[in-house]
């Protein structure tokens, strides 16, 4: 019994082995091996999925054209079901597999666990998704990129707006005490102390899922407050503009990304009209916008889902750097991603020293008439 | 003072809402001693039954009354049988088992009945028709107390006086007595026991459908998942005012209510939970049978 179990460990070793030694060869090859990673079953699927489409149809393109630098890509899937434990498993396979540059961590966690991993191997990283600020502002990623703005971009363009355009001298800071929710009102409210020509009088979280939120209306429209800077997602932000035009409180109400989704607008219906709320630009006027999706819907006969833009001009960012710089090498690809400028469907981008894309930002919109309307 | 005022009625209305779950809850407790975590569910298909026919009614055109009474009565059918069912399925086979028993066979049930609307309908959150339009005579004090907040204060007010009346004044109020003080000599009476349990839970279950419908008229959107965290908020509630009693119900939804907008309105709303179970375990400490419950060692 237990000879043939070491036969079988020996066996699984030597296997082991094997298929490790295989990928090592396989880079002596003349292709560039683009990792592709997110989650690709599971809850967040949608997030992740349609990343890998537009890394399929773009590296169909790029290789019938002949490949960069005459060298074709080669794609190397990997499922992270933004779960820092496997994301970084599959940063160590990728890596033993000799990728040399990585589209994806979708989302902010899991992509923050997988980071050192390509790091230590010299690999890019840019995701088209990852908002969390740190990724880029703390320093630790050099081999970060990403082609979406992070949250805070997001609560200056809202703080600014309020208080440069709209005027508005007191503001009330609420959240819904979650992680995306509370990070942005604890932006907001440091850039609006930073403005210096509005104050926070109000600075609360709510409980999700509460029954009622009347109490907290009133105690906003106790403060004073012109307008309520609202960080969480659409359903408590219906309740509350619901309970604000019940309660008879005449404040506006801006909020981030969480309920720029068309459910605020059928839930909330009346009550939704003027609120604000910022959200990515809109690209649908840029032909390259146009021409990506119609290359999706021909390919895969729908509509791409969310991120696609963001993933598609990554992956043209990458190939654009790889093909300037000649090589793989971080420090050659990071020079060219922050020199070259790119035209992509979220707009013509290059990237700051610290790995954001300029070019790429968010927009306020309002409701009007059932509808979100672009405020230029 | 307006602020105050302000936060009393915030208080009050958030009391009734939870008053109209947690007389549900204490009612069942108070027949079979089950802790029914059911219940928050069955008041969620409650407001989507309203939901669905109110928005058929809408459409083919019924006036507004029309609309509350029938969608009403149809939740509290709906609901009604659900709870019939429920009590048949889940909990009278295990009546005689150990007390644990039942309890998790209660969760699980709420379990079943959340994936289930889950499924059969939606996980998004649905737009809840508002049902009842401003009144103009409210609107002077409307800043304070909206037309929807006084229909709940009064529904519940009006409910908890009709439950008194029939626990208290009819035959079947006796006959529910003398099951919840003594199953076995309810029994050898000749009181079927069964039918003043199914009873219980259906009573109990159509209060939880107009609370249902009430509340997501007021809060203006449905989920599959709004019976949980109302559902939890009701049952502490119950167990605030003393479980099995039903002025308790009231006395300890409106207490929690309460502490709840004034720790907002005062404090901070980030604290509002934590006011809320601290004042819970206060007064546990001092009355451990709840407000007005009974102590009654031989439950335990």
Redesign the interface.
């Known amino acids: 019994m237990s000879m043939s179990l070491n036969r079988k460990i020996v066996a699984a070793a030597a296997g082991l082995m094997l298929a490790i030694a295989v990928p090592v060869a396989g880079v002596a090859a003349d292709t560039l091996k683009m990792g592709v990673v997110g989650p690709h079953s599971g809850d967040l699927a949608s997030y992740g999925l349609p990343s890998v489409n537009a890394a399929k149809i773009l590296v169909e393109q790029i290789n019938a054209a002949g490949g960069i630098n005459g060298k074709q890509i080669e794609l190397l899937i990997e499922d992270t079901v933004c779960d820092a434990k496997t994301a970084t498993d599959v940063a160590t396979k990728l890596v033993s597999d000799g990728a040399q540059f990585v589209l994806g961590g979708i989302c902010s966690g899991s992509t923050k666990a997988a980071l050192p991993i390509y790091l230590d191997a010299g690999i890019l990283v840019m995701s088209p998704s990852a908002t969390n600020p740190g990724l880029t502002q703390s320093g630790d990623y050099p081999n970060f990129f990403r082609t979406i703005a992070p949250d805070d971009a997001q609560a200056q363009l809202d703080v600014d707006f309020a208080i440069d355009k709209m005027g508005y001298k007191k503001i009330a800071v609420v959240h819904d005490k979650g992680d995306y929710g509370k990070g942005f009102a604890e932006f907001a409210k440091m850039f609006i102390e930073k403005n210096g020509n509005a104050e926070v009088v109000l600075f609360e979280g709510v409980t999700p899922g509460a029954v009622d939120y009347s109490a907290i209306v009133q105690k906003i429209k106790q403060s004073g407050a012109e307008t309520v800077m609202f960080g969480g997602y659409h359903p408590e932000a219906s309740k509350i503009v619901t309970m604000m035009k019940k309660k008879r409180l005449d404040a506006s109400f801006i909020s981030d990304d969480g309920v720029k989704d068309i459910t605020f607008i059928k839930v909330a219906g009346e009550f939704a009209e003027g609120a604000y709320a910022s959200g990515p630009m809109d690209t649908s006027s840029n032909p390259l916008s146009k021409a990506a999706v119609e290359a999706h819907k021909k390919e895969f006969g729908s509509d791409p889902g969310a991120f696609y833009e963001n993933a598609y001009s990554a992956v043209l960012a990458m190939a654009n750097a790889v093909k300037v710089a000649g090589s793989t090498d971080l420090e050659a690809l990071k020079k060219a991603l922050q020199t070259e400028k790119v035209d992509t469907p979220v707009g013509t981008i290059s990237f700051d020293e610290r790995g954001d894309a300029i070019g790429v930002g968010f927009s306020v919109y309002q409701v009007q008439n059932g509808t979100f309307v672009e405020l230029k | 003072m307006d ?1 105050f005022i ?2 009393l ?3 009050l ?2 009391g009734s ?2 008053a109209l779950i947690a007389l549900g809850y204490t009612m069942v407790y108070g027949i079979i001693g089950l802790i029914n975590f059911a219940h928050g569910e069955i008041y969620m298909i409650g407001a989507f039954t309203a939901f669905i026919v109110a928005t058929i009614l809408s459409i083919l055109g019924f006036p507004a009354l029309a609309i509350i009474v029938l969608a009403g009565l149809a939740a509290v059918v709906w609901s009604a049988s659900y709870g019939y069912t429920i009590e048949k399925i889940a909990y009278k086979p295990l009546r005689h088992a150990p007390r644990l028993s039942p309890l998790i066979s209660a969760i699980g049930m709420s379990m079943f009945l959340q994936n289930y609307v889950l499924l059969a309908q939606t996980s ?4 809840f028709p508002q049902l009842i339009s401003d009144f103009n005579f409210m609107e002077p004090v ?2 304070i107390v ?1 037309s ?2 006084l229909v709940i204060l009064v529904t519940t007010t009006v409910v908890m006086i009709c439950l008194t009346i029939l626990i208290k004044y009819t035959k079947i109020g006796k006959a529910m007595r003398a099951t919840s003080q003594d199953r076995m000599m309810a029994m050898l009476v000749g009181i079927n026991v069964n039918r003043i349990i199914s009873v219980t839970f259906i009573i109990g279950s159509s209060l939880a459908a107009i609370g249902g419908m009430l ?1 997501a008229s ?4 449905i ?1 599959f ?2 019976g ?3 559902g939890i ?1 009701a049952f502490t509630a119950a167990v605030l005012g003393g479980i099995g009693s039903i002025p308790g119900a009231v006395l300890g939804s409106v207490v929690l209510g309460l502490t ?2 004034f720790a ?2 005062y404090v ?3 604290y ?2 934590v006011f809320a179970f601290s004042l819970l375990v206060l007064i546990l400490i001092f009355k451990p049978s709840g407000i007005l419950g009974k102590a009654d060692t031989q439950k335990v």
């Open positions: 602020y302000e936060l009625f915030s208080g209305t958030r809402i939870y998004d959150f649905l737009p409307a800043h909206g929807t907040d509340i007021h809060i203006g959107q989920n998942y709004i949980f965290i109302a908020k709840e907008s907002t309105g901070s709303s980030d509002e939970d």
